[in-house]
């Protein structure tokens, strides 16, 4: 049972425009959310966090928003760089319960065209 | 580097063959994560420790799988009797302290596991 989705396995935006990456999510009991970005042959990086006291959080060029009655979080890249070129993973932990382990979600590879 | 480094970052192994797969974490980080990521999917969790003790191991998908960390720094997951469906790339997160929610877990490179 997938608690974490993201359900556009692949994106394509032009170099400068925004890139927006969706990510949905079934359990109501996770309240910390990240974003990690994977290179091909590399480990993910973590990139953004948001917690779920929060309903927007940026950082430089990335801004991850949080809808908890929708459960439903995105990523936006603006602008978007060639080198943002790589999957992109939402994940999700229930820090209130004391677990540590982290939910991902499937991915969704991200292509910049210059 | 100062990064987590898995070895080895390649490994073939014929079904029914024992593997043994190593996690060196970041110097003095107290929680070590082990996951598994199957081709097309993302990481699943598979155990997790705080120094040498193994507190969450809900994720391991049978008693095939055991993982160590017996002096509370380099960790081995071992799998016994190798079966197709355990052909994934392994990744191992270590993170500094335990329980805190901005607490960044930092991966390794991975291991990927083909089994014949």
């Known amino acids: 049972d997938q608690q974490v989705k993201q359900n556009s396995p692949s994106l394509s935006v032009q170099e400068g425009r925004i890139s927006i990456l969706n990510c949905d999510y079934t359990n109501s009991m996770f309240d910390y959310f990240l974003w990690y970005k994977k290179y091909p042959a590399e480990g993910p990086t973590f990139l953004i966090s948001?917690?779920?006291?929060?309903d927007k959080n940026e950082d430089g060029r990335f801004t991850v928003f949080l809808n908890k009655s929708a459960k439903h979080l995105s990523l936006h890249i603006v602008p978007s760089q060639p080198g943002d070129s790589a999957v992109y993973f939402c994940?999700?932990?229930?820090?209130?319960?004391?677990?540590?382990?982290?939910?991902f979600g499937t991915g969704t590879r991200l292509t910049v065209i210059p | 580097g100062a990064g987590v480094s898995q070895s080895p970052r390649y490994k073939v192994a014929k079904r029914g063959q024992d593997v043994a797969l190593r996690c060196d974490p970041i110097s003095g980080h107290v929680s070590l994560f082990w996951y598994q990521q199957a081709l097309g999917q993302g990481p699943e969790f598979l155990t997790y420790?705080?120094?040498?003790?193994?507190?969450?191991k809900s994720g391991l998908p049978s008693d095939r799988f055991f993982a160590e960390r017996p002096e509370g720094s380099v960790s081995t997951l071992k799998i016994q009797r190798t079966q197709q469906e355990d052909s994934a790339v392994y990744l191992c997160?270590?993170?500094?302290?335990?329980?805190?929610?901005?607490?960044?877990?930092?991966f390794g490179p991975g291991t990927r596991l083909t089994v014949l």
């Open positions: 997160a270590s993170s500094l302290v335990a329980g805190s929610s901005y607490n960044e877990q930092f």
């Open positions: 420790f705080q120094n040498e003790a193994q507190l969450d």
């Open positions: 948001i917690s779920s006291i929060k």
């Open positions: 994940a999700a932990k229930q820090f209130r319960t004391g677990a540590n382990n982290l939910f």
